[in-house]
């Protein structure tokens, strides 16, 4: 019975090639996976060599209209038919129309489409089997789908519909009148939308709340037949509640960033339109202009301009360039409420999501300073002092935007620590969204200064033997939770005695950051369910990492462009993905600084990206050992601290977290207090910021390396500027860039005294 079973199956497999419609099974890049036997009918073989492309095999009449049908269904994810073409290969002429069904097979995960070649040689047999089979294939989606007759009947639904509806097999055939049928959804506008899409031919669609607090994005769409006539009405009911769980948590990440812009008093934060008409006007933007949000809003910012200003087109001047270049700086007199003047250092960035959305403008009031050289009468060292502020005003900037990024990450550690909020899974999982924030604005502070750096030959690299594989791992596991949120699947390189030992002469830290910018940038562009894939292979006398995404690609006309500094192509993806387009410009440098070299390849766009990066290969020098951390035991029982920052804010919260940890701490404002406790008590360890009033850090450590008392204690620097040479030539044994994250900073701490002890 058995080799009955089985011959039955073959023969079944083999009427329906035979007697069924022609088709063909291919993935997205119009690649043939499979065709039926009859298909080849519409098919011819063409000179030069083989191909599997659909495009180049299909007949030249069918070309135009099978490549617009595809790209059709996969714009709108669903079947879609092309108009009826007479098509001769040979005999008589028949009517052809060709149907292209997405398909997604959950056992392989493979995302295919299935092309369905239709003789409409009259109602026959052939063309019914296909509707049916399109409609099978309909009905193992998970999109939930009612249809109802213009009488509002229903006339066909998904078996899906069932979680929705209260509805039977039996409904469809009865025609079921829809205002009978119960449903969990809290759509009272339901019966009315589709009469109304039904009698306007419009599309309606709405995101819907159900009774089990799920949502739905519900499309209502006229139903038209083969004869092109309105029949009913068709829904469709798409499950997006992680979408909508996804926006609230954005909403919520929104309001936090507007409470942080609200309570900035010095920096004046203001957004506007495209046009230029204000939008957003937070309180320090009242203080310094004199205006409130009222009196501004839906306002052109002209007005903060003097009337020159205005008269030669400054304000659309500034937009322009903000547009062109990515940012536009100025530093200038403006206008106060009440008529007076200030001078005011500004930064205006345009918003862009696809297309431009509007612009941000940052300013502070330089007024005193400004009119302190004035009144000195030195106007060439005023010139002179503007010109070192534009000079450095990535690091003054990433200072001032470390300050507000250290308060977020030092009062998210002090929640993390609540009882309240550890048995809080949303209160978790809010955390976790702000650590990621900070760490990812963070992260382009880092960028923007390392570029700076390497640009202005300021980068000091830390050269030694560094096994490349260990590097890999390394990063591999740090992005391993990005790519777990993003589902985009790694695979790491393959161990083999060919790979294992290859060791390059750099920076460990540099190479690090070379290959997390790569991954990371390659999850971010690669759609759910994609994967990225790492190797390494010897190649002459160079390493070669390839990091190999199936992601949106890259236009062939942009490749150039993508390691350029504020080059970032526009890449088509889901969700908002803009930067400042520094991760890859800071790549290519540090490769160079290496003696490598880093390359972009992609064969177009949706066609995913190889970012290549090539390392001289070291002579074979074993690497150095590596001794772990010490890992911190959570404490700092009986520990004796010193705190020096000249922010109460920043100090107080320091103070207790590492109070929390069992540390015995004291706090000072500023050097000169600090001197005096350091002459008074006796400290295990020393941490303190850097750039301080009365007495700032170096000066600070300075003194009490020629002092006496605690004069041999461990120094730890905090810096707002990223890693500072003149720290490290004053005696610090380690700094730390703020925002400081708590771990990192208790196992500095751990490290510092273990080693002091120790010795």
């Known amino acids: 019975m058995s080799d009955q079973s089985v011959s039955y199956s073959v023969l ?17 890049a119009f690649r043939i996976v499979h065709l039926s036997e009859s298909a080849g009918r519409y098919l011819r073989h063409v000179g030069g060599e083989p191909s599997h492309h659909l495009l180049t095999l299909v007949h030249p009449a ?41 398909f997604h097979d959950t056992d392989t995960s493979e995302h295919l489409l299935l092309v369905v070649f239709e003789e409409l040689q009259g109602k026959n047999g052939a063309t019914a089997k296909t509707k049916q089979e399109l409609l099978d294939l309909i009905s193992s989606t998970d999109v939930l789908t009612v249809l109802v007759d213009g009488s509002m009947r229903v006339k066909w639904f998904t078996p899906q519909a069932v979680r929705l509806f209260d509805l039977k097999p039996a409904d469809a055939g009865e025609g079921r009148p829809l205002q009978d049928v119960r449903h969990r959804l809290i759509y009272p506008e339901l019966l009315n939308d589709v009469y109304e899409s039904f009698k306007s031919l419009r599309v309606i669609e709405r995101e819907i709340k159900a009774t089990d607090k799920r949502w739905y994005l519900t499309k209502i769409r006229p139903y038209r037949s083969a004869d092109d006539r309105i029949e009913g009405v068709i829904m469709n009911f798409v499950d997006i509640s992680e979408r909508v769980k996804a926006q609230e948590a954005l909403r919520e990440g929104v309001e936090r960033l507007r409470l942080i812009a609200e309570n900035t008093k010095d920096f004046a934060i203001i957004s506007m339109d495209e046009t230029g008409h204000v939008t957003g006007w937070n309180r320090a933007a009242e203080l310094i202009f004199g205006y409130s949000e009222d ?31 990515g940012h536009a700086e100025d530093e200038r007199w403006h206008l106060r409420k009440d008529g007076s003047r200030f001078y005011c250092s500004g930064v205006v ?24 050289d004035y009144q000195q009468q030195s106007v060439l060292e005023r010139w002179k002092e503007t010109n070192v502020l534009k000079d450095q005003f990535i690091a003054i900037m990433s200072h001032e935007l470390r300050h507000p990024l250290n308060l977020i990450q030092l009062n998210m550690e002090l929640l993390a620590r609540s009882p309240e909020i550890r048995t809080d899974p949303k209160a978790v999982a809010a955390l976790d969204a702000v650590r990621r924030a900070v760490h990812n604005q963070s992260q382009i502070i880092e960028d923007l200064l390392d570029l700076s750096r390497v640009q202005t030959g300021k980068l000091k690299l830390q050269i030694e033997p560094v096994p490349v594989q260990r590097i890999l791992h390394t990063v591999l596991a740090a992005v391993s939770t990005q790519a777990r949120e993003a589902r985009v699947t790694l695979h790491g390189p393959r161990h083999d005695a060919d790979t294992a030992n290859l060791i ?51 236009p062939s006309e942009s490749i150039e462009k993508v390691f350029t500094m504020f080059g970032q192509v526009e890449r088509h993806t889901q969700g908002n993905h803009n930067g400042l387009g520094i991760g890859l410009a800071l790549v290519e440098q540090l490769a160079q600084a290496h003696g490598g ?11 995913g990206s190889t970012f290549t990066i090539w390392l001289p290969l070291a002579g074979h020098e074993s690497p150095q050992e590596v001794h772990p951390m010490p ?31 069992g540390a015995q701490v004291h706090t000072a404002l500023d050097g000169q207090q600090a001197l005096e406790l350091l002459e008074s008590f006796d400290f295990d360890i020393l941490i303190t910021d850097l750039g301080m009033p009365v007495m700032d850090g170096y000066t600070l450590l300075t003194r009490l390396r020629s002092g006496s008392r605690n004069a041999d204690i461990p120094a730890i620097a905090l810096t707002g500027y990223g890693y500072s040479e003149k720290a490290q030539l004053v005696g610090f044994t380690d ?25």
């Open 12 to 28: 079944h497999q083999r009427a329906m090639e035979r007697l069924g419609p022609p088709t063909v099974l291919i993935d997205h």
């Open 349 to 372: 960035y345009p918003l862009m999501d696809g297309e431009l959305k509007g612009y941000a403008k940052i300013a502070r009031d330089l007024t005193d300073k400004c009119l302190e």
């Open 62 to 102: 069918l070309r135009a209209d099978l490549r617009a049908t595809v790209h059709e269904a996969l714009k709108k994810d669903q079947t879609v038919q092309s108009r009826h073409m007479p098509f001769s290969n040979g005999g008589p002429s028949v009517q052809v129309r060709i149907a292209v069904s997405p």
């Open 295 to 325: 009196d501004m809003q839906g306002q052109p910012l002209d007005r903060i301009f003097t009337p020159e200003d205005r008269a030669s087109g400054r304000p659309a001047q500034e937009l322009r360039l903000a547009r062109e270049q």
């Open 631 to 661: 890992s911190s035991s959570g404490t700092l029982e009986g520990l004796r601290l010193l705190l020096v920052d000249d922010s109460e804010e920043i100090v107080s919260m320091l103070a207790t977290l590492c109070e929390m940890e």
């Open 504 to 554: 390059v002469h750099g920076d460990a830290s540099r190479i690090e950051q070379i290959v997390w910018n790569l991954l990371s940038n390659a999850i971010k562009f690669t759609p759910a369910g994609g994967t990225v894939t790492v190797t390494l292979v010897r190649e002459g006398d160079e390493a070669r990492i390839d990091v190999q995404d199936t992601g949106v690609g890259i």
């Open 735 to 759: 700094q730390l860039c703020k925002p400081v994250p708590m771990k990192r900073l208790l196992e500095k701490l751990t490290e510092a005294v273990t080693q002091r002890r120790t010795a």
């Open 597 to 607: 070299r880093v390359r972009a390849q992609s064969p177009g766009e949706g066609l």
